[in-house]
């Protein structure tokens, strides 16, 4: 094997970066490969938490989520939610429209940034029959969420999400039957601790994936103005504007996978214990640009719902009359893994 600093390439596909220790896979035909290979795993063997997380809230939390399992765990809820997800968008889509819609013009008076990332969270936790005012006020919890979910997280940040994840839990759990819960529970998943888990779960993803769509989306509008006319239209291709950012900003770049055990993927042995990075930005358009998502069996449930909420803000931001923010020489939060602009929050006449 070439012991190089830079990624190697060992087939059409699959590289190994010998300074990392990380197998990195870049071309789509592989990724969709990796994502699809019914052995590899969405955590390690020896680490299903984070180790500063074991033993607490977040770390119980954070071992309940969906996402974060396979196998019995991950078949026992994920067919419900994503049927209930997929459903429950449906029928509610108008009303949903008009709750980011009310959300985003809120948080617009704050300024981009708050509009960028207050609306999808609060928004979801409404969603979720929590109350206005403290739906608005969930981002330092998620924040706190973010840093102990790190790798190098320490005892401060461990103990800071230990808290966040009690009172984001707590929030749902004392906000009563909501027409989502209602819906996942009549697919037949009925497990209480799993459930209110995975809907705190719902909460954390919309704050830094959609938060992040938003965020892209709207420096696409505001650096084409040609752009931002076209879809003032009433036939203007939502659906087609949010498949190219998410193809070319895509708001998650990456994903991970983990051999538990040593296996062949795309024609190359894989030790036992081996992570795999999967590069999911650039997915050129015949592979459906949409990949920021995910694809198999760890495809993101939300993902309509979390497009309904980025045009939902999109479209209320374009007919606000409010002056876009500057996007020359922008400027990406620091995380590997996201990609999302940094708006200075300033006051936005409307």
């Known amino acids: 094997m070439n012991t190089t600093t830079t990624p190697q390439a060992l ?22 490969a990796v994502l699809h290979h019914p052995g590899l795993r969405v955590r390690p063997a020896a ?16 071992g309940r989520w969906l996402r974060m399992n396979d196998g019995a765990t991950h078949q026992a809820g994920k067919p419900a939610l994503q049927a209930a997800l997929q459903r429950w968008t449906e029928a509610h889509r108008i009303e949903l429209r008009a709750l980011v819609q009310t959300t985003a013009a809120r948080q617009l008076t704050h300024g981009w940034a708050d509009w960028m990332w207050v609306t999808p969270a609060s928004s979801m936790a409404q969603m979720l029959g929590i109350a206005v005012e403290q739906a608005d006020r969930l981002t330092p919890l998620l924040r706190a969420l973010a840093k102990g979910f790190v790798p190098a997280a320490d005892s401060d940040a461990a103990r800071a999400a230990h808290e966040a994840a009690q009172s984001l839990q707590g929030l749902i759990g004392t906000a009563g039957p909501c027409s989502l819960l209602r819906a996942i529970q009549a697919e037949g998943w009925d497990d209480d601790q799993a459930l209110q888990a995975n809907l705190a779960g719902l909460v954390w993803q919309s704050f830094e994936a959609t938060a992040a769509l938003l965020g892209n989306g709207l420096v696409a509008l ?90 939902s803000a999109l479209q209320q931001a374009l007919h606000s009359g409010a002056p876009w923010p500057a996007v020359d020489d922008l400027r990406f939060e620091p995380a590997a893994n996201l990609r999302a602009p940094i708006f200075v929050n300033h006051k936005v006449p409307t």
Do not use: Y
Request: contains cysteine.
């Open 222 to 311: 505001a650096a084409d103005a040609e752009l931002a006319r076209q879809m003032r239209e009433r036939d203007a291709d939502w659906a087609g504007l949010l498949k190219r950012v998410c193809r070319s900003d895509a708001p998650i770049r990456h994903t991970r996978r983990f051999a538990p055990e040593a296996l062949e993927v795309a024609g190359a042995s894989l030790p036992a214990g081996a992570c795999i990075i999967v590069e999911l930005a650039g997915c050129p358009a015949h592979f459906g640009g949409m990949l920021t998502f995910g694809d198999g069996p760890h495809a993101c449930p939300g993902q309509d719902l979390a497009l309904l909420i980025a045009r």
């Open 11 to 32: 087939n059409a596909g699959l590289q190994f970066d010998a300074e990392r220790g990380l197998w990195i896979v870049t071309d789509p035909a592989i990724v969709n």
């Open 47 to 62: 680490e299903p938490v984070p180790r500063a997380l074991v033993g607490g809230p977040a770390g119980a939390m954070f």
